[in-house]
């Protein structure tokens, strides 16, 4: 199995940018793709962005692509998220997951990530 932890979060202006680390341990990060979720208080879990397992392929949820670049460093066993022009919607917790069997044909199902990180606060002041 995979330890996630997620690092980055934090309290950033309207307009602001930050980047999220997924730093993994354990099993062989290669073998996963990878995703970014994030849950708003009292809305659901929704999709961000994943990544295949090499990197070649990636894919985000509606309305993130243009703000949001999901990227890997195999060798560093890291995930990041990269985002800019924040905005306070964008204010949520942020988790990664791990997905051994990924389908691109549906990256934002949740059920096909087995390991989950706790998350990191993301702010967006208005």
């Known amino acids: 199995q995979v330890q996630l932890v997620e690092s980055g979060g934090g309290l950033v202006q309207h307009g602001g940018s930050l980047r999220l680390s997924c730093a993994a341990s354990?099993?062989?990060?290669?073998?996963?793709?990878m995703g970014w979720f994030r849950r708003a208080p009292e809305k659901e879990r929704e999709f961000v962005a994943a990544?295949?397992?090499?990197?070649?392929?990636?894919y985000y949820g509606d309305s993130r692509k243009g703000r949001f670049t999901i990227s890997r460093d195999n060798d560093k066993n890291m995930l990041y998220l990269q985002v800019i022009s924040l905005k306070p919607d964008d204010s949520a917790v942020y988790y990664c997951?791990?997905?051994?069997?990924?389908?691109?044909?549906?990256?934002?199902?949740?059920?096909?990530?087995?390991?989950w990180g706790q998350g990191t606060q993301v702010t967006v002041s208005a």
């Open positions: 997951a791990a997905s051994p069997f990924f389908s691109g044909n549906s990256p934002e199902r949740a059920q096909q990530y087995e390991y």
């Open positions: 354990g099993s062989n990060f290669r073998w996963y793709a």
């Open positions: 990544i295949t397992w090499n990197g070649d392929m990636t």
